[in-house]
Structure formats: C-alpha cells, structure tokens
C-alpha cells in the first residue's frame, strides 16, 4: 500500500513538475489507469493534455478520463471524453452506458432519447429508456389573490378638490389549464394548453355635483389556446414557433349627462380576440445555452413586438444546478418597456428540485417559453419573485409555485369639467399554481 502511495506521488511529481519529458504509450496507459483508479481528476485531466502534445490517443485513455470526470461531477468534460472513446469502439457497452447518461445530466434531453434508442434492448431496459415516442398531461390551477378591491372599493377619489373621478379596481384571479405535449422521433416535440380564468374587478364613478356616485362588480371569464412546436438539431442548434389565441374581457362604466348635468350609469364589457406569434432559436455550446426569443401580439388592440435575449448556463457542468438570465425589450403600443429576468434551478434530492425566480420591470404584456407564459394581466405587474417546487415519483411530477408581485394601476380624476389627471399607486398580489404532470 505504501508503495503504491509513492508511485502515485511520484506520477503527479513527473506530470505536473517535468512536463517536457517524452511520455510513451504504455506510460500514458499506466498512468491514466492508476488515476482512474483514484478518482485522481486533476491528475488525468493533465494526462489527457499531455498525451494530446505527444499525439497519443486510445480508447481506455478517453473512457478512463470520462469516468472520473463523471464520478467528479464535471459530466460537460466527461461527455467530450466519452464521445471520443464511441467513435474508437462504438459497440463497447460501458461506453454507451456512460455516454447516454452523460447526455441525460447535461440536459441534452433529445440527444439522449435519440442515441437511446439505437442501442440493444437489454441496455435500454437496464437504463429505463422507453420505446416510442414521448407524451405527457398536465393540469394545474392557478389563484391570484390580493386586497385591491376591499382596500379601496370606499375610497373618496375626488376630496378635497375634484369634481370626478373613473377608477377600475383589478381583484383576484381564478383559473384552471390543461396542456399536452408530444414529441415525434425524439426531436421534435409539439406543445398544447388550454386555460381558462375568471377575473374579479369593481368600477366606481365618483361625480362631486349633487353627490353622483355609484359602483359595479364583474366577473370576467376569458379563454387562452397556446400551440408551439420546437426542434433540436445534431449540431446543437434549436429553433421554436408558437402561436396563442387569447379571448379577453374588459368591463368598465360610462357615464353620461343631461343637460341638467344629472349622470346615468351604464355598466360596458369589451371583448377583444387576440394573437400572439412566437418565435426563438439557439444554439448549445458546452457549458452556454444562449437564444434568441420573438413576439408579436395585438392584445387588448395594441401591437406589440419583443425581442428578448436569453443565456441558460451550467457552472457546476452539470444539470445540478442551472442558471437562466434574461433580458427584454417591448413596444407596447407607444410604450417602450424593458424586463430584466434571472432563474435558478437546484436539484435538491432525486425527487425534489426547486426553481427561484425573480424579474424587475413593465410587464405588461411580457411573454415567453413562445407564448405560453404571458403576463397579460389588466394591471401592469411591476417585479415578480417566487420559488417553484417540483416533486418527482416515477413518471408524476406535482409542481407547488408560489410567486409574490407587485402590480400597478392607475385611476383618474378631473380637477375641472375639462382636465384630468392620472394618478398611479401599487398593490401586492400572492400567487399559487398548482400542476399535476403524467410522463407517459
């Protein structure tokens, strides 16, 4: 044992101290095998380059390299390592073995289910790789809640010095969607979701003369279709379209006077028919994931276009830990408006990973992941920080979300018959999502 102990003190002394020494084939193959031996990362990761200068290269050098990369936890380099050794012995199990995992934990998803399903039954059914193509159901619900409507419904809008007011107050939030998805060769994967709300809201004039004032409550139903198609090439590339169809309500109260400048209430619904049209592509890059994200939709009768840059990373190497920051620009009709987004997910056990999220600026009518997630509330949400918790048994995920924001909205009042001023001020909202997902 000592000796050995000495020899292997000895190799790191000779690699790292006399670099310049001419290396032969058996000493890199002597040396790569103890370091295996060793989980010794540091060490064979300075065999690989040094082997590389003498123009030595062989299949149990890169297979050794790959596995203590892998058993280190920087599965990026043993994945490079790996790919080497399949293309010197493609037909090697171990290999295989290794190089599928290494896909699978680097969260190239569609390169692992590709190269899964050329090897034999016995592997796949070792490593749990199913036959055929992918489908999975989810549903989930949504409750946005905030004290909008009970803080302010007794508001006086107009003392001192105000001869009216218009105010819509923005409540809480109910709804329910359901969405599947399915991919076809293991590289195109196609994405539908159907949702459904239920907005609460309270309109309320104020008029000083003779004291004319009056309040309505709504409840709003809307409906929301999203389709997406995404594809991931050989080469790393990937692209994505998707197309959303939103069926909105917004309820307000006219006002109308005679000629003795007595008000009449009327209580008014719009309705408005929108589209969205997303698109994004990328490109993967060892450790660098960056993409492109495009939208343009007509919600609520304003054009709007966003351009959004998007840069997923891996530090540890690995999907352990992922980080997502993004950056957009809106043109919300007139308005040019600006969102800054930074997502971090952690694996924490098997089963658990947990999401946390937070984004800063105008949100209004923000979209991303082509559509599906849109930020098309009444009022606009001003920053959003939440954590999402993902369990995981077998083929079942239960997503438990949790987001708080602040939101923004704006009343109006007349100083004269013939002037109006808006004023603005925020309110909280709490946010819980639940989703039930089957992987089938």
Known sequence: MCRLIVFIGFLGFTLNVNSQKTFSYNEIDSISYIQCLNNDFKGIKNTIKLAKEEQIEFYYLHLRAGIVAYKFGSIEYALKQFRLAEA???????????????????????????????????????????????????????????????????????????????????????????????????????????????????????????????SSSYSNGHFQYNFGISQTFKNGMNAGIGFGFFHTNFSQMLVRFDNLGIATFKDSTLTYNNISIAGNFGKRIGNFHPLLNFH?????????????????????????????????????GAANQAVFNQKVTVKCLPWLWIDGKFSVGNHMNYMSTLGFV?????????????LDFHFYYKKLEFIFGYSYQTREATYTTYPSLTTSESTSYKYKSNNLITTLKWNF
């Open 296 to 332: 343009y939709s007509n919600l609520y009768g304003e054009n709007q276009f966003q351009f959004e840059g998007v840069v997923n990373y891996y530090p540890l190497g690995n999907k352990n830990l992922i980080g997502s920051t993004a950056l957009a620009y809106v043109r919300n």
């Open 88 to 214: 010197m012995n493609p037909a090697d199990l171990e290999v295989q073995t290794y190089l599928y995992l290494s896909l699978l934990n680097t969260n190239r998803v569609d390169d692992a289910r590709e190269y899964g399903s050329t090897l034999n039954e016995e592997l796949r059914t070792k490593l749990s790789i199913s036959k055929g193509n992918q489908f999975a159901v989810s549903v989930g619900f949504l409750s946005a809640l905030n004290t909008n409507i009970s803080s302010k419904k007794n508001t006086d809008f107009i003392s001192p010095d105000k001869t009216g007011a218009d105010v819509i107050l923005n409540g809480n939030v109910l709804g329910t969607n359901f969405a599947f998805d399915f991919g076809i060769k293991n590289r195109t994967h196609f994405y539908n979701k159907f949702s459904l709300f239920n907005t609460k809201s309270m309109a309320i004039e104020q008029i000083q003369y003779a004291n004319q004032n009056r």
């Open 374 to 386: 849109s930020f098309n509330t009444a009022d606009a949400v001003r920053n959003n920080i939440g």
